[in-house]
């Protein structure tokens, strides 16, 4: 049972991801982000600013977020301000962290020979 009552910002998030079915726990995810983002702001998210959303995901990297973390802040965080908060000014400053490629692993020329070698002949 919760101890904490639902802020009204908060339900309506979660009913503009409701009509939009998001699923349970992608609606778990952005709420968990938004609240990060609240912690770091030490006020309401909705009053937050361009540099802010810039420090918040410096602080992030500093903190050591990888890629995959850091987009899924970004699209909660464009979510909120473009859809509940109407908005969209702030949700342009949110950036999408690339992956960084890795090279195919490649065999050489005798690992290759090896590998054949290894292989069961027909019959």
């Known amino acids: 049972m919760r101890d904490k009552p639902i802020s009204d910002l908060r339900r ?14 992608t609606q778990h995810d952005y709420i968990r982000h938004i609240e990060t ?6 006020r309401s998210p909705d009053t937050a600013s361009g540099d802010d959303i810039r420090r918040f995901q ?27 908060l109407g908005r969209a000014d702030l949700a342009h400053q949110l950036g999408r962290t690339h992956y960084p490629r890795k090279l195919p692993r490649v065999l050489t020329p ?9 292989a069961p002949g027909p019959g």
Request: glycine share 4%; net charge positive; charged share 20%.
């Open 12 to 25: 309506r998030m979660i009913a503009d991801m409701t009509v939009r079915s998001f699923s349970d726990k």
């Open 110 to 118: 005798d690992q290759v020979a090896q590998l054949i070698e290894a």
């Open 37 to 42: 983002f609240a912690r770091f702001l030490g």
């Open 58 to 84: 410096l602080a992030q990297v500093e903190q050591g977020a990888q890629p995959p973390k850091m987009n899924t802040q970004a699209s909660a965080l464009r979510f909120f301000f473009t859809i509940t």
